[in-house]
């Protein structure tokens, strides 16, 4: 049972579809402009990056195709970043941003960039108050994610974006988990630089999308790939047609469902979360009990630990961070900067729901996750003392 859709989606049959005939039949280069075969790959792109500025509110020439929301938030922070830095030299960001985006920052730290990580509150929500006690003479970019991808919670990045606008601050969101969940519009958002990831929305995985304002202001990028000059030479390189076809009818599926899908998602989420909340105690809900993401449950169970809890629930396919870094068995970063506790950090688990998910599907999960923690918690003497009214934060603890 897959309720791990923050990591990544299936491929919508409509979506592949709509790829089919670019693997094989239309397997043109969109770069030969001598034949068909490359008019009809250029057109198939050009369709795409319709479909994909329509979903965001923008120009289609405003549109950078990628590899991937990794490549796409290294292009707006590098590249823009270092198209300033004559102009000064301070970044402003959270300390719950997405790897890609923290490992940009230190990677401009490394050149002689400051950048100020901002906590967030305990929602995991990073205020316009906080950005803007943040800014300097010399702050040149702020990246704020619009959705959280551990947490669900939302941003306000239309008020982020008002601020910087006003300062002249170039502003960059990574919009990840929120397009095609939550709409999206650059303009009256007033975004300057914005990423998408087509597997987290139905589509293929390996490719991705970068929003770059043409006007008022022109963003400019300097490249991380050099060669032929593709995508107005910000990004050079054969385009990847199928998976460009793929992100572009990902892009118009969601935006034509997204009214009818998210309030059906968000009513499985929030049963899944009465169920769980009705049968066991000392749970907590991460994130922003309203304004989130409606396809995301993030809870810890006290007394019990994450990595445990997965393994007792192995028919449920579900995270116990992001994915990207869920190898390690350190507690979450994105929760202790939230200041959850090490205990409690150790125990959270992230459900993510999404197109698929039935009503059946989210019953059973429940009742597998009940069953599980109440087995653990039996084996816990801690929840044994709980039980009997001992107050664990009294406890002196012998060391030896």
């Known amino acids: 049972m897959y309720l791990d859709h923050h990591a990544t989606t299936p491929v919508d049959k409509r979506v592949l579809e709509a790829m089919l005939p670019y693997f094989t039949e239309c397997f043109g280069n969109a770069a030969s402009r001598s034949h068909q075969y490359g008019w009809t790959a250029e057109a198939a792109v050009a369709r795409a990056r319709q479909q994909v500025a329509d979903l965001l509110g923008a120009d289609e020439r405003e549109i950078i195709f990628t590899s991937g929301a990794t490549e796409s938030n290294n292009l707006a ?3 823009s970043a ?6 000064g030299r301070h970044i402003v960001t959270s300390a719950i941003e997405h790897k890609a985006v923290l490992d940009s920052c230190h990677a401009l730290e490394a050149e002689g960039f400051d950048v100020t990580y901002l906590m967030p509150d305990k929602y995991g929500r990073t ?4 950005v803007a006690s943040a800014l300097r003479p010399d702050t040149i970019l702020v990246s704020i994610m619009a959705a959280h991808h551990e947490v669900g919670t939302l941003n306000p990045v239309t008020e982020i974006g008002a601020l910087c606008k006003a300062k002249k601050v170039v502003f960059h969101t990574d919009a990840v988990q929120a397009a095609g969940k939550i709409p999206i519009d650059v303009e009256a ?6 990423t998408i990831s087509a597997h987290k929305m139905y589509g293929p995985k390996g490719v991705g999308a970068l929003y770059v304002r043409r006007r008022a202001p022109r963003i400019r990028l300097a490249p991380l790939i050099h060669g032929g000059g593709q995508e107005r030479g910000m990004r050079s390189g054969t385009l990847n047609v199928p998976g460009i076809v793929g992100i572009g009818a990902a ?3 969601s935006q034509s469902l997204m009214m009818e899908e998210m309030p059906r998602i968000r009513a499985l989420r929030d049963a899944l979360w009465e169920y769980l909340s009705a049968n066991l105690s000392h749970i907590v809900l991460n994130g922003h009990p309203t304004d989130r993401l409606a396809g995301n449950l993030n809870v810890s169970f006290s007394f019990v630990e994450g990595e445990s809890l997965m393994m007792g629930i192995k028919e449920l396919a579900v995270s116990s961070g992001s994915a990207c870094t869920s190898a390690s068995l350190e507690p979450s970063y994105v929760l202790k900067n939230m200041g959850v506790g090490d205990d409690l950090a ?3 688990i992230r459900f993510g729901l999404g197109r698929g998910t039935t009503r059946e599907e989210i019953e059973k999960a429940g009742h597998l996750v009940v069953e599980a923690v109440e087995r653990l918690r039996e084996l816990s003497p801690l929840y044994e003392m709980v039980q009997e009214g001992v107050d664990l934060s009294q406890v002196a603890w012998s060391g030896h």
Do not use: A, Y
Not at 82 to 87: I, T, Y
Not at 127 to 130: G, L
């Open 251 to 253: 892009c118009e599926l």
């Open 77 to 79: 922070i590098l590249g």
């Open 346 to 348: 150790h125990t959270s």
């Open 82 to 87: 270092r198209m300033l830095k004559d102009k």
């Open 127 to 130: 205020s316009v108050e906080s």
């Open 189 to 194: 958002m007033q975004v300057d630089l914005l």
